[in-house]
């Protein structure tokens, strides 16, 4: 049972931590896992690659997802075997025989994501003639001008194989959907109408009576420097974009949000073990949970002495190094902190729940493995 604090203070008064020490915020998770299922007309898949961490997992499940985005036998089988009610989606393009086996037959997967007609044959050799067969759903690649992250680089296909994908699924029995991916870290709403036009042109050239629609992730985190649109205002096109394809009545409307679910739902608290003039050296760095820094996330930063209270005063700019041996442990850019910051002290930095646990590594030794509740988020 992890320990419970009203604040990261609190919590860096009571156990003043030599490791890095995840804060996590239940509440601020499952408010805001209530804000994408009040506000969108389908299901909501958690991307579980954006966190994987149970406790994380949990405050999602608590707030009312039940439907999940997974990417590997490993992935849906942690939420199939923790969750009764949970229901597990294979949406990564390329898959192992054996995890298409497991996936059907095992954890009863019934949405398998393709955008090749090899990965269609894979599926149907695997499954042969399985009384219920699953969705096959051909995802679409998508303009991501407007995307931190460009995800259609790797996968998707154009209007001509998507619509022999759709017919190839047909022969072989399968019913069919569509899917897209518009991009990480979506700054406008823009990559979203290129979708819907691509998708109206493929259901108008296939004909295809489509049993979904996924419209993907994208969602953005309000990271430093930027200034994304509110959910509303993409919820808004895509209720009124899916509206004008006129879909089949059972058509399921699903979307997955992964980075937008978790990153105000947990912070990182590093502490200051050595200064040198305005350089500062912390146990954690881009190796571990500042990975992020790398891709050009910038994350709200704040300090605590050695009392748990948050420092104040004038400020000037640091470098900050990770804990490893190696120089390119570094954040890209310089922080601005307390000028009194000394050894001992700490570094909290907020909108760490996406994505940080899940890459981080144990290069030299180092890995986080503190965690800890708090009631109040920092984001």
């Not at 019934?110 to 695997?126: A, M, P, Q, Y």
């Not at 009124?240 to 608290?269: F, Y």
Request: proline share 7%.
């Amino acid at each position: 049972m992890l320990q419970s604090f009203q604040t990261t203070g609190h919590m860096i008064k009571a156990l003043r931590p030599e490791v890095s020490t995840y804060c996590i915020c239940p509440s601020a998770l499952e408010k805001t896992a209530r804000a994408f299922l009040d506000g969108f007309p389908g299901h909501v898949l958690y991307a579980v690659k954006a966190n994987p961490m149970p406790e994380v997992v949990d405050a999602l499940h608590g707030g009312g997802i039940r439907h999940f985005d997974t990417a590997s036998i490993t992935e849906i089988s942690s939420i199939s075997e923790r969750y009764d009610d949970a229901s597990t989606y294979f949406m990564h393009p390329v898959k192992g025989w054996q995890a298409i086996g497991d996936a059907y037959h095992r954890y009863s997967v019934r949405h398998f994501v393709v955008d090749h007609g090899d990965e269609l044959n894979k599926i149907h050799d695997v499954l042969g003639a399985v009384d219920e067969l699953p969705v096959i759903v051909v995802r679409l690649s998508t303009p991501s001008s407007d995307a931190k992250f460009n995800l259609s680089e790797k996968f998707g296909v154009g209007l001509d194989a998507a619509v022999t994908l759709l017919r190839e699924a047909a022969v072989l029995g399968y019913p069919v959907g569509l899917c897209f991916h518009v991009g990480s870290q979506c700054l406008s709403t823009d990559g979203y109408e290129a979708a819907f036009d691509l998708t109206a042109k493929v259901l108008a050239a296939s004909n295809a009576p489509i049993q979904c629609l996924d419209v993907g992730g994208g969602f953005p985190a309000p990271y430093l420097g930027t200034n994304p649109p509110p959910l509303s205002n993409f919820l808004n096109v895509i209720k009124r974009r899916t509206d004008e394809l006129n879909l089949p009545a059972e058509c399921q409307l699903m979307c997955e949000p992964g980075r937008a679910l978790v990153a105000t739902g947990m912070s990182v608290v590093a502490q200051v073990q050595l200064r040198r003039d305005n350089v500062l050296y912390l146990n954690d760095g881009i190796y571990g949970t500042l990975g992020g820094a790398r891709l050009g996330l910038k994350f709200p930063t704040r300090a605590y002495n050695t009392n748990g209270h948050i420092s104040d005063g004038e400020t000037m700019p640091f470098k900050i190094f990770g804990p490893t041996c190696d120089s390119l442990d570094v954040l890209p850019y310089e922080v601005e902190l307390p000028a009194s910051l000394t050894m001992g002290d700490w570094v909290e930095f907020g909108l760490m729940g996406a994505y940080g646990p899940a890459v981080r590594t144990e290069f030299n030794g180092f890995r986080p493995e503190h965690y800890c509740y708090v009631d109040e988020p920092y984001s």
